[in-house]
């Protein structure tokens, strides 16, 4: 991604006239190539970003299957996005908002550090068969998710699942066993658990950057007195801050739309006590349960902004930890 | 070898062991769910429901009398405060099966024996080991005694997912969604990579970075106006639009395949171009030929993402279950079993089998791809 902190510029149209012959015929097979991307980038992706943002500006109710006469409302979906419980907290219950940021701030961490811990383990000089390891830790991530749900779902389950089952034969009571999915308590780290099969690509891409750090640089830094955590983090955290950084950013905004697995689990209720009515769950909702375009619209372009401006202050915090070889 | 080479080795083997094992209990950890799902799916709703129950499928162990002896056996037992005569004739059990209890003895030791006679006070058992031995009395109430298990795993699971979710046609579905979109996406991706490797021309990083900048694009603010659009022109309910935007690039595919073809050198295509071919001719005949490796590993990569596609299925096939691929059918069939974990690990089982036949054909594949993508970031 070396090219992503600084956007390079989209040539004028008077530039491209003056271009010599052989220039205009690269520029012409060039772009005869590109062209399934960009009618697809703007069948699927632009033009229909536009009529989200469009869509969130009008009145389009659907009444027994039939749209209403659409009509232009101005501000007042985000008068009423801005005002809805459903996002925003109240007192002692939470916004969707709320959920989706409480259960990241458990699941970001987790989902960083774990590979990070993996990889360097595989990377341990003193461990056999690392080849054996590597597959088989990143085995998982090719399982379906909804298989995977159910996998460990079944080992989280609390009447007959193996956890419960053991902390019962180890002599815990039975009715303080953790009820997992169905527990407030519990359910954001069930989640976590069910999604800990994804790490195996984050793993895999930092063990292969990881293993790319040259040798001569830890013996420098052995040579300068480092002991191994600070050429870790002197040399080898430098080298992958990129991958780590690129992980960041996509975990980010994945879990902003993390919506699924409430879906599959908890049956999309939002059950225990709303603690799993994350802000995808209810714009999900908003669209294919209630038939609302128009508020489901607003409520995606809020998504979008909120994912836009995290993901700019962390482009912008790029450059304070980020390390670029490629950067002659 | 001098002692101080000596020790060294020794403390690197232990250090190997120590790591080693501690990757291996972590790994055990880690895998722990899908021994769960082998050994659940096999049991029985029986088992499931009792706590204490064996980890391994297993039903209350039985005993089947198929011996040949004529002989009639009288015993005296206790029933409703008086001695009675209890007559048992052994040919009348011949082909019966009887309940195992594991039954105290007298001295102390357990045994398993076969329940012939049961009344409150005392019982006629047989010995399973020694069926033509005479049965005999046991003093004590049978039904406080535990049944021992023995190992048999059931296999109405797997039929009861094959039929109620009509596994074949879910199957071929799935077949057919990943087929087809796995030829769309390496039609488009492998053109737009190409453009993006081997031209150069003003704007092209421009639109490359927008390309990879779709990787970060939330869902949510397109898919509202595609379905409406897809509904419109009557697609929701078929496969449509879930294959004809393979055949437009994605982001992904393309990068990695763009990565690959970077690292091949020019002076072949430079030549065949000098020589006359067409890019399309360059792009077939030089650059193809030599990216065996990515191309299996988009492929590979494209079937397990659509294996576990679910949104896609989910929103436009909700209506049309004869249509649904396997991962929306598996949701489905855990609303129906819900409360049934052998037969929803069955699912599971057999929604996850063939994903993982093919990466363990095709590891190398997979993990060469994810370092390609992978450095460069």
């Known amino acids: 991604m070396e090219q992503l902190t600084h956007l390079p510029k989209l040539p004028s149209f008077g530039s491209l006239r003056k271009m010599p012959p052989m220039a205009r015929r690269e520029f012409r097979n060039g772009m005869i190539f590109l062209i399934p991307w960009i009618v697809g980038f703007l069948a699927f992706t632009l033009i229909p970003m536009v009529a989200t943002l469009v869509f969130s500006f009008m009145n389009l109710d659907i009444t027994d299957g039939v749209l209403n006469k659409p009509e232009f409302v101005g501000l007042d979906n985000y008068i009423t996005l801005f005002k809805d419980p459903q996002i925003w907290s109240t007192g002692a219950t939470p916004g969707s908002l709320w959920v989706t940021i409480r259960f990241g701030l458990l699941a970001l961490p987790v989902g960083i550090f774990l590979p990070l811990l993996l990889a360097l383990l595989m990377n341990n000089k003193s461990l056999r068969g690392q080849n054996f390891f590597r597959t088989m830790f990143y085995m998982p991530y090719i399982i379906p998710f909804v298989a995977s749900v159910f996998l460990w779902g079944g080992i989280l389950n609390p009447e007959t699942g193996w956890i419960n089952r053991s902390l019962i034969a180890l002599g815990m009571p039975k009715d303080s066993v953790p009820g997992w999915a169905n527990d407030i308590n519990w359910v954001y780290p ?69 919506f699924l697995v409430p879906l599959v689990v908890n049956q999309g209720t939002g059950r225990p006590g709303g603690a799993t009515f994350f802000y995808n769950l209810y714009l999900y909702k908003t669209f294919f349960t209630n038939q609302d375009m128009s508020y489901g619209s607003t409520l995606a372009w809020l998504l979008f902004l909120v994912i836009l401006v995290v993901t700019i202050v962390l482009f912008s915090t790029a450059r304070y930890w980020v390390y670029y070889a490629s950067e002659k | 070898m001098d002692a101080v080479q000596k020790k060294s080795r020794l403390k690197k083997n232990i250090n190997a062991t120590f790591v080693t094992t501690f990757a291996a209990a972590i790994l055990a950890l880690f895998l722990m769910p899908f021994l769960f799902m082998v ?111 023995s190992f048999s795993p059931s296999w109405s699971n797997y039929e009861t997912v094959w039929n109620d979710i009509n596994y074949p046609r879910i199957l071929w579905n799935t077949f057919f969604y990943a087929f087809f979109t796995t030829v769309g996406v390496l039609f488009s991706c492998v053109l737009v990579a190409f453009g993006f490797s081997r031209f150069r021309f003003p704007g092209r990083d421009f639109l490359f970075v927008v390309l990879i900048s779709t990787i970060f694009l939330p869902g949510a603010v397109t898919i509202i106006p595609q379905f409406t659009f897809f509904s419109q022109i009557g697609w929701v309910g078929s496969w449509l639009p879930l294959i004809i935007p393979s055949f437009f690039a994605n982001a992904y595919d393309t990068f990695l395949l763009r990565q690959y073809f970077m690292t091949l050198p020019r002076e072949l295509d430079e030549a065949a171009m000098i020589d006359g071919a067409s890019p399309l001719r360059v792009l077939w005949s030089v650059i193809l030929p030599q990216s065996y490796a990515a191309i299996v590993a988009v492929s590979i990569f494209h079937i397990v993402w659509a294996w576990n596609d679910y949104f896609g299925p989910l929103i436009y096939l909700s209506t049309k279950m004869e249509n649904q691929p396997v991962s929306v059918a598996l949701a489905r069939f855990n609303g129906m079993y819900g409360r049934q974990p052998q037969a929803i690990q069955a699912g599971a089982l057999m929604t996850i089998i063939i994903p993982m036949i093919l990466f363990f054909a095709a590891q190398r594949f997979f993990i060469q791809g994810i370092v390609i993508t992978g450095v460069d970031k």
Do not use: C, H
Not at chain 2, 42 to 48: A, D, G, R, V, Y
């Open chain 1, 190 to 258: 069930t989640y976590v658990i069910m999604g800990i099969w994804g790490i195996g690509n984050a793993m895999l891409t930092l063990l292969a950057g990881i293993q790319s750090v040259p040798t001569d640089l830890y013996d420098a830094a052995r040579v300068d007195g480092a002991g191994s955590f600070a050429s870790f983090w002197n040399v080898t955290f430098p080298m992958i801050s990129p991958v780590i950084f690129y992980n960041l950013t996509l975990s980010i905004v994945g879990l902003f739309q993390y």
């Open chain 2, 39 to 149: 050994l659940t799916s096999l049991k029985t709703p029986n088992q499931i429901m009792v706590l204490g129950s064996p980890i391994y499928p297993a039903m209350p162990a039985s005993f089947t009398y198929e011996g040949d002896s004529t002989a009639e056996y009288t015993f005296q037992i206790e029933k409703g405060g008086r001695m009675v005569d209890e007559v048992i004739s052994m040919p009348e059990f011949v082909g019966e099966t009887l309940d195992v209890y594991s039954v105290p003895m007298e001295d102390g030791s357990m045994r398993s024996l076969a329940l012939m006679k049961g009344a409150n006070s005392a019982s006629i058992f047989l010995d399973p080991d020694d069926p033509e031995e005479p049965p005999f009395v046991w003093v004590g109430y049978y039904k406080g005694l535990e049944r021992p298990w």
